[in-house]
């Protein structure tokens, strides 16, 4: 289990500080493969680093199985880092050694024997399906495979965290879904916790249990995965969501809605509806159409996979007198599994 208490990391470079991450207190649970997201300088890497003591927080603990990593002795640190993997967005391999010497290189600084370590990196091959590519120089792969041999190496001493900070990012989709398989595989088979900083919102929703949102330097959010993209609590999650997908209404659609609803004294709202699993949301909107003296318009739907379970989302418009409007809100709202006001205004 990692346990963040009340961290705070300052950077101060002569004049200047930045307080990198602020109080931020959470728990990551064994086995789970949880997602850090948020703006670019939020903390999370500073955040991350704090887990195997590559920083060192100003205040408060993170704990490492019950241990205080930022108390320990430079010896001890060294023997729970050892347990700690990470891999990174640019691989981060030797260029002149081999595989098989990439992934060996920390044992080797441990001080394991010839046979161990042969041993030990045959089994890590192994479960990062290379076995074919032990001898060949970085040079030779391609990223995919350059990625898995910095997990490889990442596992190698008998790993039980894997620290990864973008570690697609350098990826084409198809190759980003193998390395994702492989995650979950590691989790899954051999219940190592995965900790994953990504600003592919994609990446969370195929394969994180829980996931954090950060910025500048704060806690802004945590939840389960599929509750955190359908459910956001905070405008900033809200703002992030929005911004990662590849739809945004069209500012034509929104003038249009504006236009035809300038009769004095009408309200109009464009509305985000999303509905979890597979449960229709039609008979809602139909419902809600004919219970109140209200105008609907659908607007755009679409059905995604968030950990594999099918969530839909619709936009509508919808107008007439406020207090009609805002009833129908509510009962669309009370029938939905979340719903949310992008737009709205009394004429
Ligand atoms: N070694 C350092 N010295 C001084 N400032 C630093 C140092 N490392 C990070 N910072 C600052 O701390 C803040 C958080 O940086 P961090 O790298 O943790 O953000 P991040 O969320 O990982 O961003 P990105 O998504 O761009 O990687 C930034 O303002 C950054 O400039
Ligand atoms: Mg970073």
Redesign the pocket.
Known sequence: MIEFKHVSVE?N?GKNS?R??NDVSFTIPDGEIFGIV??????????MRTINGLEKPDKGEVLVDGKVVNQLSKGELRIVRGHIGMIFQHFNLITSRTVAENIAFPLKVAGKSKAEINKSVDNVLAMVDLEDKKNEYPEKLSGGQKQRVGIARALVNNTKVLLC??PTSALDPETTNSILELLRKLSSEFGITVVI?T?ELSVVKSICTHAAV?DN?DLIEINDTYKLFTAPQQSFTRKLIASNEDFTLPESVIEEVKTSNQKAGNYWAILKLVYAGDSASDPVIANAAKKFDVGINVIHGKIEYIKQIPTGELHISIFGKHEEVKAAMDFIGNNVFHLEVLYEQQI
């Open positions: 950077f470079n930045v990198a991450v948020g703006s670019s300088g939020a903390g999370k890497s500073t955040l900070d973008e900083i600003h950060m330097g």
